[in-house]
C-alpha cells in the first residue's frame, strides 16, 4: 500500500521572481489557498497519510500553514468566527501527517527525494512536484489510478502527457512501445531528462508525479550528475528500468505549471471559475473584460 508521498519543496523558484523572493513559490495562492494544498489534497484524495516535504530554510511559510496556530484559532474562536475555525482546522485530515526534512545543498531533483530515504524507510512511495497541479476530471483522481495500479502491478507509474514537440526539451521524456490511451498505463522503454528537440523518443512528457518501489532510493544514492549537472529523479528511473517493468501512465486531468507566472495565471483562471463561492461573479468579471 502506498500511504507516503514526497513533496520537493527546497526549489528557489527563480521562474516566478521578483514574488519568490520572499514568498515560497508554493505558497502563492490560487485564488483563495496556496498552491501546495491542492497538491496535498490531491495526495489525500489518492490514500496519502504521510506527506513528506525535502525543504529549505527559507520555506518555513510551508511548514507552518500545515501547522496548527493556537492563537489564531483561540481569537476566531472567542469571536466566535466557527466557519473561518473550521477552514484553518480542516486544511489537511486528522489522519494526515505532514513531516518534513531539509535539503542542504540544491543538487537537484533525485537528490531531493533521496534526502527522504530515512522517512521512507522500506515503504514504496509516491512523488508530487508541487510545481505542477493536476485538476482531476474524474471522480478517482490519476495519482488514485496509478497507485490502483502498481498495487497490481508493482510496476513503477510514471505519469505523462502529450507536449509539443518544440518543448521536449524542457521535461522528462518516456519512450513506450505503444502510447497508452488516457486513464491507462503502458510498459517504458526508456527515459530521459530534457532531451534536444529533434532527438525525444516520444512527445510524452513526465509530469511529476511518480510511484516508486523503495528500492530506487539505492538507484538514486548511485546515481552521477546528470542533466544540468544535477542528480535527476529521471535517471534513476532509467535504472531501475533496466532491472524490472516501469510503466507510463497517460493523465486524463488537466495540468497547471504554477512555477510559470504564465501557469499560474491559467491555474488562477481555471480553478477561480470552478470555485464553489466565488465562480459565478469571477466568470462574470471575466466577461466584463473589454479585451
Ligand atoms: C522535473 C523533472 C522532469 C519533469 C518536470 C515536470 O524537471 O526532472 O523530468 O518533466 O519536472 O515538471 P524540472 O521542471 O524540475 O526542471
Same mark, same amino acid.
Given at each position: 500500500?502506498i500511504?507516503?508521498?514526497?513533496l520537493?519543496?527546497? +526549489?528557489?523558484? %527563480?521562474?516566478f521572481?521578483p514574488?519568490?523572493?520572499a514568498?515560497p513559490?508554493?505558497?502563492? %495562492?490560487?485564488?483563495?489557498?496556496? /498552491?501546495?494544498?491542492y497538491?496535498?489534497?490531491e495526495?489525500?484524495?489518492?490514500?496519502?497519510?504521510?506527506?513528506i516535504?525535502? &525543504?529549505?530554510?527559507?520555506k518555513a511559510?510551508?511548514e507552518?500553514? #500545515?501547522?496548527r496556530?493556537?492563537e489564531?484559532? %483561540?481569537?476566531?474562536e472567542?469571536k466566535?468566527k466557527?466557519?473561518?475555525?473550521?477552514?484553518? %482546522?480542516?486544511?489537511?485530515?486528522?489522519?494526515?501527517?505532514?513531516v518534513s526534512?531539509r535539503?542542504?545543498q540544491?543538487?537537484?531533483?533525485?537528490?531531493?527525494?533521496?534526502?527522504?530515504?530515512?522517512?521512507v +524507510?522500506?515503504?514504496?512511495?509516491?512523488?508530487?512536484?508541487p510545481?505542477v497541479?493536476?485538476?482531476?476530471?474524474? /471522480?478517482?483522481?490519476?495519482?488514485?489510478?496509478m497507485?490502483?495500479? #502498481?498495487?497490481?502491478?508493482?510496476a513503477?507509474?510514471?505519469?505523462?502527457e502529450?507536449v509539443?514537440?518544440?518543448?521536449?526539451d524542457?521535461?522528462g521524456i518516456?519512450?513506450?512501445?505503444?502510447?497508452?490511451v488516457?486513464g491507462e498505463?503502458?510498459?517504458?522503454?526508456?527515459?530521459v531528462?530534457k !532531451?534536444?528537440?529533434g &532527438?525525444?523518443?516520444s512527445?510524452?512528457?513526465?509530469?511529476g508525479?511518480?510511484?516508486? !518501489? /523503495?528500492?530506487?532510493m539505492?538507484?538514486?544514492?548511485? &546515481?552521477?550528475?546528470?542533466?544540468?549537472?544535477?542528480?535527476?529523479l529521471?535517471?534513476a528511473?532509467?535504472?531501475?528500468q533496466l532491472?524490472?517493468?516501469?510503466?507510463?501512465?497517460?493523465m486524463q486531468?488537466? &495540468?497547471?505549471?504554477?512555477?510559470?507566472?504564465?501557469g499560474?495565471?491559467?491555474?488562477?483562471?481555471?480553478?477561480?471559475?470552478?470555485? !464553489?463561492?466565488l465562480g459565478?461573479e469571477?466568470k462574470?468579471?471575466?466577461?466584463?473584460l473589454?479585451?
Amino acid at each position: 500500500m502506498i500511504k507516503k508521498a514526497i513533496l520537493p519543496v527546497a +526549489g528557489l523558484g %527563480t521562474r516566478f521572481l521578483p514574488a519568490s523572493k520572499a514568498i515560497p513559490k508554493e505558497m502563492v %495562492t490560487v485564488v483563495d489557498r496556496p /498552491a501546495i494544498e491542492y497538491v496535498v489534497k490531491e495526495a489525500v484524495a489518492a490514500g496519502i497519510e504521510q506527506i513528506i516535504l525535502v &525543504t529549505h530554510s527559507s520555506k518555513a511559510s510551508i511548514e507552518n500553514y #500545515f501547522d496548527r496556530n493556537f492563537e489564531l484559532e %483561540t481569537s476566531l474562536e472567542q469571536k466566535k468566527k466557527y466557519d473561518l475555525l473550521a477552514e484553518i %482546522t480542516q486544511i489537511a485530515p486528522s489522519h494526515v501527517s505532514i513531516v518534513s526534512v531539509r535539503q542542504p545543498q540544491p543538487l537537484g531533483l533525485g537528490h531531493a527525494v533521496l534526502c527522504a530515504k530515512d522517512i521512507v +524507510g522500506q515503504d514504496d512511495f509516491a512523488v508530487l512536484l508541487p510545481d505542477v497541479l493536476v485538476k482531476a476530471s474524474k /471522480a478517482e483522481n490519476d495519482l488514485s489510478k496509478m497507485i490502483a495500479r #502498481f498495487n497490481q502491478t508493482h510496476a513503477a507509474q510514471i505519469m505523462v502527457e502529450a507536449v509539443p514537440e518544440n518543448m521536449v526539451d524542457q521535461y522528462g521524456i518516456v519512450d513506450v512501445l505503444t502510447a497508452p490511451v488516457e486513464g491507462e498505463s503502458a510498459l517504458m522503454r526508456g527515459i530521459v531528462e530534457k !532531451p534536444a528537440i529533434g &532527438t525525444a523518443p516520444s512527445n510524452l512528457s513526465v509530469v511529476g508525479r511518480y510511484v516508486l !518501489p /523503495a528500492k530506487i532510493m539505492q538507484l538514486l544514492a548511485e &546515481t552521477p550528475k546528470g542533466a544540468g549537472n544535477e542528480i535527476q529523479l529521471t535517471d534513476a528511473i532509467a535504472s531501475l528500468q533496466l532491472l524490472e517493468q516501469v510503466e507510463a501512465y497517460r493523465m486524463q486531468g488537466q &495540468t497547471f505549471d504554477c512555477g510559470s507566472k504564465l501557469g499560474y495565471l491559467k491555474a488562477v483562471l481555471h480553478y477561480g471559475v470552478a470555485h !464553489p463561492q466565488l465562480g459565478a461573479e469571477f466568470k462574470a468579471l471575466i466577461r466584463e473584460l473589454k479585451l
